[in-house]
């Protein structure tokens, strides 16, 4: 049995960042997101004989593959297993199985690159469960195994990952709005493509250490009420302003961290002057915010869109994505 799949990486617009529980990746507190359509992570997997992985950039040049990277996706196949086994669906599960990943998404750089492979294996493993097929709710809770915010893949357009009690099961995703209820365009600046020396994972679990966290945990049910209340009416200015907020936050979080991390560049800060500037002279409907990494994610409006395009292309070594409002995570057929 081969099975294929497919998904692309989501843009946090209240940001995840914090476990109370490190192991299933429990989040602190509740997160919302836009889905993209670009770019793209295919993954296909087999059962085999022993634990496998190989790993394809965009121009389907293998990349080695650490032994950080292949311990995390074997603990994300165990795990698959164990929740499969408590809701009494893991008959005819093969022991191990063999990965293959084509992602078109840097890693570590702040484009939710765990994101998109973790809820494209979601999808592909929820495949191996043929006799009682899994709800999108149980792959958004395998996606979360993975990668916290893996589990704001499973539907489209815009998602929240909510907590719902302490089990293993008890965060996953719940659609807000449809990706045709909305559509927003996402113009993505690379300023850098060095892969950061701590990745999320391991950030997550240090949050807590930092003096402002408790407090930003406190904030978040108003933050995640004003952007679905912002995404349910279409006003851009709410959703900009809660957005901006929230991101701005979390950095601080992080920077006062213990080991503190600091994400931002000089090129990150600029950018930020800039499209403020550009924004308040023009009028233009774009927000700015930044995942764990340099990365800033210019938000926009179709009406808007020429304009922020052209700001971007103005930027020097800067690498571009342009993505808008996508689909979930979902099977291939070829």
């Known amino acids: 049995m081969i099975i294929r ?13 914090g476990n109370r529980n490190n192991e299933w990746r429990l989040p602190a507190a509740d997160s919302l997101s836009m889905v993209l359509d670009f770019p793209t992570v295919r993954a296909t997997i087999e059962p085999a004989e022993k634990f496998s992985v190989q790993s394809y950039d965009h121009n389907g040049i293998e ?3 650490s ?3 292949i311990k995390r996706l074997q603990k994300h196949w ?5 929740f499969l086994h408590t809701i009494e669906r893991d008959e005819g599960l093969p022991e191990n199985i063999s990965i293959v990943i084509h992602s078109g998404v840097p890693p570590a750089i702040g484009i939710a690159s765990s994101a998109a492979v973790f809820s494209c294996l979601a999808e592909a493993y929820g495949a191996l469960v043929q006799s009682n097929p899994l709800s999108q709710k149980e792959i958004s809770i395998l996606g979360r195994l993975g990668a916290g915010s893996g589990a704001r893949n499973a539907w489209g357009g815009y998602v929240a990952l909510e907590n719902h009690g302490e089990g293993m099961g008890s965060a996953y995703g719940r659609q807000i709005a449809r990706e045709t209820d909305w559509l927003l365009h996402d113009i993505i600046l690379v300023p850098d493509q060095k892969e950061k020396k701590i990745g999320s ?3 997550h679990a240090m949050a807590s250490t930092s003096r402002l966290f ?9 933050r995640m009420q004003e952007c679905i209340n912002a995404l349910q009416t279409k006003d851009f200015e709410k959703l900009r302003n809660i957005s901006e907020e929230d991101a701005l936050d979390m950095h601080r979080v992080m920077e006062t961290q213990n080991p503190p991390l600091r994400y931002l560049s000089d090129a990150t800060h600029r950018i930020i002057r800039d499209i403020e500037n550009l924004r308040s002279s023009d009028k233009l409907n774009v927000l700015y915010t930044m995942d764990a990494g340099p990365t800033v994610h210019l938000i926009c409006t179709e009406d808007s869109l020429t304009t922020v395009e052209a700001f971007a292309e103005a930027q020097k070594d800067c690498i571009i994505f342009k993505a808008k409002t996508g689909g979930a995570s979902h099977l291939k057929n070829i």
Not at 78 to 82: F, I, P, S, W
Not at 214 to 222: L, N, S
């Open 78 to 82: 165990a795990l698959t297993k164990e």
């Open 63 to 65: 990349k080695p593959q």
């Open 67 to 69: 032994e950080t990277s």
């Open 201 to 203: 994972t391991e950030g």
């Open 214 to 222: 408790t407090e930003r945990i406190r904030q978040i049910p108003r």
């Open 5 to 17: 799949a497919h998904s692309s990486p989501n843009i946090a617009l209240i940001k995840y960042w």
